[in-house]
């Protein structure tokens, strides 16, 4: 045991010697090699990728096309002595053609269009157009001849455009008159002439705060040999929209005429009118709300702007109304271009023109459009026509108060480029009358139809109508009336491509050969068939 006890206490003693060691003596590490982290080689993911299986049947695309009124260019317009429509489906557009064509009744046609320019920013075009026709009554004739040089450009996304023209238009007093039995044929001529400049500019898209501009002038010295007539109109118009629902349209008209008659003073008839209106939008609703304050010879009249337009069913039925007013101009180049066998008017008073209609449009099958309204309209100092003292001169009549019901319908039908149908009739039921006993002249039913038809690339087919209820004339001055015949004109034609710059075209009008009269004593000629040829330059053909 007590070995035990001194081997102990030598170990602890030994113990003790060791952790009593010199600590001064500063602690160090040894770098044997520098560390180089190394990352292990990831796996890569590889992809097999297989292409989809190719589309076979052609996809179903739905198109949502927003609904258009009908405003079709085929208002029923009086006939000029020898009845004919120049055969055109709208003229051409950066094109060069010319065509010519001549016909019975001594028909001469010529049109031309020459396209200059790049197509893009910038086109100048010049037309031409001449087409006389000789019937078979005494001095039954009539001749139009007109240039026009149009110019187009488009410099940062504002338009600039401007034309000058030029129409001779030529009339005979050929209804059967007495007093002109014995006269000379240049005598019965009714020559009408008509300078024309315009110019204007628009932005060709809504800028950035939404305003929408189209200032535009048009000037016209119209003359018949022994008058002369200067019309300037200045339009301003400038919409505002905020957002896609809300929108404000200011608009300024300028309408200023000087005419001097044969031996008379000169003097002016100047109209002026402010439009202001708010417009609302959304997917359901349209609604214009304004007024329309109009200075007529110095006189001020406010005249309602009111258009609601309600939509049910989508895009298939849309109830519209609106309240409207404005005044129609009566110059003497407006009263010829509705009767061009007047006598020289002396004095000159406008038209102020008041409806309040309703009625409903839409579109089926994004194919078949339509608009169905009627409604109430007023006629303040509407000009009427009568030959009751002289049958082969017709006198402006001024009818104080004209009140009828009108309605209106419109139907079209367009089927790709290939079919395009249309239709428009107007009905007017006269309720009230001021001053004349009957509306003199005033066609209460009137049908327009047209129908463009092309089967293949070579060849296009037309067809237009023309029908309305005979007017009432006046048959001497105790007042006695009645009623002009009834018209139905029908018009056909078709052209043929037979080369790609060569087109061969026929026209057949008055195909039923009915010599009615839209104004009394001036029937126009039967039958007319007219055929030609019609080049084109410069242009891709298909």
């Known amino acids: 045991m007590n070995k035990r006890f001194i081997f102990s206490l030598a170990l602890c003693f030994t113990s003790a010697a060791v952790f009593a060691q010199d600590t001064t003596k500063k602690q160090s590490v040894e770098i044997v090699s520098a560390f180089k982290p190394v990352l292990k080689n990831a796996v890569k993911l590889n992809f097999n990728a297989t292409p989809p299986a190719p589309e076979t049947g052609a996809p179903n695309l739905a198109y949502n096309i927003p609904v258009q009124n009908l405003y079709f260019n085929l208002q029923p317009v009086g006939l000029k002595p020898m009845s004919l429509q120049i055969d055109s489906a709208g003229q051409a557009h950066n094109s060069n053609y010319i065509k010519v064509g001549y016909g019975n009744y001594n028909t001469p046609l010529l049109d031309a269009g020459f396209t200059l320019g790049d197509g893009k920013k910038t086109n100048f075009t010049l037309f031409a157009n001449h087409l006389s026709q000789r019937g078979k009554l005494r001095v039954q004739r009539f001749s139009n001849t007109a240039f026009s040089a149009n ?217 078949f459009n339509y608009r169905v309204q009627t409604g109430f309209l007023e006629y303040l100092s509407i000009p009427l026509f009568s030959n009751h003292v002289r049958p082969g001169l017709f006198e402006v009549l001024r009818e104080g108060k004209l009140q009828a019901l009108h309605t209106q319908g419109e139907i079209g039908f367009v089927l790709q480029d290939q079919f395009n149908a249309s239709a428009k009739m107007d009905i007017y039921n006269f309720l009230n009358q001021q001053d004349e006993a009957r509306p003199w002249h005033f066609v209460p039913i009137e049908l327009s139809a047209a129908l463009r038809w092309q089967p293949s690339k070579k060849i296009m087919v037309k067809a237009d109508l023309l029908s309305w209820q005979g007017a009432v004339y006046r048959k001497d001055i105790s007042g006695s009336s009645e009623r002009l015949r009834g018209a139905f004109d029908l018009n056909a034609g078709m052209e043929f491509k037979v080369h790609p710059l060569i087109s061969v075209w026929g026209q057949f009008n008055n195909i039923f050969n009915n010599t009615y009269q839209r104004w009394n004593n001036y029937q126009v000629v039967g039958f007319n068939l007219l055929a030609g040829i019609r080049l084109t330059f410069d242009q891709k053909q298909q």
């Open 151 to 367: 110019i187009n450009s488009v410099v940062k996304n504002v338009e600039v455009y401007g034309k000058a023209g030029y129409q001779n238009q030529s009339f005979f007093l050929y209804g059967p008159d007495p007093v002109f039995a014995n006269s000379k044929e240049d005598s019965l001529k009714k020559p009408y002439q008509t300078i024309n400049i315009r110019a204007g500019v628009r932005n060709a898209f809504v800028n950035r705060f939404g305003i929408s501009y189209n200032p535009d002038l048009n000037i016209n010295v119209f003359s018949d040999t022994r008058s002369t007539e200067t019309n300037g109109v200045l339009d301003l118009p400038v919409e505002v929209r905020f957002g896609n629902s809300f929108g404000l349209l200011v608009r300024g008209n300028f309408d200023l005429t000087t005419y001097t008659p044969t031996g008379g003073e000169a003097y002016t008839n100047n109209v002026f009118f402010l439009n202001a209106a708010a417009m609302l939008k959304t997917s359901r609703l349209f609604i214009k709300a304004g007024i329309r304050p109009t200075w007529d010879q110095g006189k001020l009249n406010v005249l309602p702007d009111v258009l609601l337009d309600i939509h049910l069913q989508e895009k298939k039925i849309i109830l519209t109304g609106g309240w409207t007013g404005y005044v129609q101009k009566n110059t003497y180049q407006h009263l010829v271009s509705k009767n061009p066998w007047i006598n020289q008017p002396l004095s000159q008073f406008n038209t102020r023109i008041t409806e309040l209609y309703g009625g409903f449009k839409g579109t089926l099958a994004n194919s």
